[in-house]
């Protein structure tokens, strides 16, 4: 019995940075996690934005400053066990 292997490249598509918007940290952690708010819309008719898609990434420290300075409480969550 013999064995024939095929050796071959392939390409591979990996990310590498997430920037915030605001500040441009990377938002990227070294275990490729983004931790960052992806906030996006898309504007329909009758809008000021009509037919336009906006979005903008926040990392975690201009996020706390956006909601502190708009007056946003966003409801909080916890996952990965019991609250």
Do not use: Q
Not at 13 to 31: H, I, P, Q, S, Y
Not at 55 to 71: P, Q
């Amino acid at each position: 019995m013999s064995y024939h292997y095929e050796r071959r490249t392939e390409e591979v598509n990996r990310l590498k940075a997430v920037t915030c918007d605001k500040c441009g940290t990377d938002c990227l952690t070294e275990w490729n996690n983004v931790e960052a708010l992806h906030c996006a819309a898309s504007w329909g008719y009758g809008s000021p934005f009509d037919g336009e898609h906006h979005s903008f990434d926040l990392c975690a420290k201009c996020y706390d400053e956006w909601t502190v300075k708009l007056g946003i409480l966003p409801k909080i969550d916890c996952y990965g066990g019991p609250e």
